[in-house]
């Protein structure tokens, strides 16, 4: 049977751009696969023989011969596709960012995709593609909090330094109070974890009481000195403070705390006249998450409390107590990375 295919013959500098085309990593993928069915076909393998190699059909082959011997290695780019041209006008899509832009007002708060393309005539998969393109996330929303502390910038400067640059022969400690720790028991015994299942519980619970846990963090070790008390008053945080010295007997204490009216009673102020060694480092008002326990007590909450089951508060004490005496088989110390001028400039709001 007569071959009426046309044949290819290349020039050099036609292969050596065929070649580079196959080659190259940039190149996209249907281009080099283009380039690689031409030189086959240059090499005088048969139509057949190279959608074989190349995964392509017969009649394909047949098309890539015909747009490279009329078009050149132009021929070889991606054609336009058919179907209908986007429907969805600059105008429109400039409607929708700005709409979502403000409150939607009718008692809600912000727009789902759904609402909104029901506002503006259009799919909600097409509110949600011009979402994507300019980078909006009205279901999210993040919190923030300016320190109108007069003194925020020293006592930033203060604790900061206590962590970056702890003083020679002291203990600095990160001290304050977890309030509230319920002892949640499950309505039902909760189901245990099965390969395709994850551990299940019940949503509704009974509440058997509270307890409140002091703890200090040693800020160079990761070891976490801990009491739970029936309450959280002046008298209670004395009586931490009493445990915190006789575990670091004849050592300096600086102690990093927040602004609670517990930490300034009168009681308080005197037992420090009477222990000189310890001394107190307050954080801004309003800047508790300065304080480095507060770490431990999200690990301790997402770790030992949260998906646990106590029919009493003693139960729940010696749970939070086992996990303190875990920790400190092998305590973690958190490394505070930040300068205080990082955190003055997000932390303080100046007035002009």
């Not at 065929?18 to 048969?46: I, N, T």
């Not at 041209?85 to 960012?97: F, Y």
Request: net charge positive.
């Amino acid at each position: 049977m007569a071959n009426h295919s046309r044949p290819i013959v290349l020039g050099e500098a036609n292969r050596i751009e065929l070649e580079r085309l196959q080659r190259s990593p940039s190149v996209p993928a249907g281009v080099s696969r283009r380039a690689h069915v031409v030189l086959l076909l240059a090499d005088k393998v048969f139509g057949a023989e190279v959608a074989r190699m190349t995964g392509y059909t017969v009649v394909q082959v047949s098309r890539l011969r015909r747009r490279f011997v009329e078009e050149g290695i132009a021929g070889l780019g991606d054609k336009p596709r058919s179907g209908r041209p986007p429907s969805i006008t600059a105008r429109k899509r400039a409607q929708v960012v700005a709409k979502t832009l403000k409150p939607p007002g009718d008692g809600l708060t912000h727009w789902s995709s759904r609402e909104l393309a029901t506002e503006v005539g259009v799919s909600h998969s097409t509110v949600h593609r011009i979402w994507k393109a300019h980078d909006l996330q009205p279901h999210r929303v993040e919190t923030f909090k300016f320190s109108t502390d007069p003194d925020a910038e020293e006592k930033i400067h203060d604790v900061v330094g206590l962590y970056l640059n702890p003083p020679a022969n002291a203990v600095v400690l990160s001290v304050d109070e977890k309030t509230q720790i319920q002892a949640l028991n499950r309505t039902q015994p909760i189901l245990p974890l099965r390969p395709g299942l994850p551990a299940r519980q019940t949503h509704d619970y009974q509440r058997n009481g509270l307890t409140s846990l002091y703890a200090a963090l040693e800020v160079a070790s990761g070891a976490i000195v801990g009491e739970c008390s029936k309450r959280h008053t002046g008298a209670d945080f004395l009586r931490f403070l009493n445990v915190l010295s006789r575990h670091y007997r004849k050592r300096s204490l600086h102690v990093i705390l927040d602004n609670s009216s517990t930490h300034k009673t009168p009681e308080i102020q005197a037992w420090l006249e009477a222990h000189p060694r310890v001394h107190f480092h307050f954080t801004p008002t309003g800047a508790s998450w300065l304080n480095m326990v507060e770490a431990w007590f999200s690990i301790l909450t997402r770790k030992s409390v949260r998906r646990g089951s106590f029919d009493t508060v003693r139960a729940l004490v010696k749970h939070i107590q086992r996990y303190i005496d875990r920790w400190n088989e092998n305590p973690t110390p958190f490394v505070w990375t930040r300068e205080p001028a990082d955190i003055i400039k997000k932390a303080i709001r100046r007035t002009r």
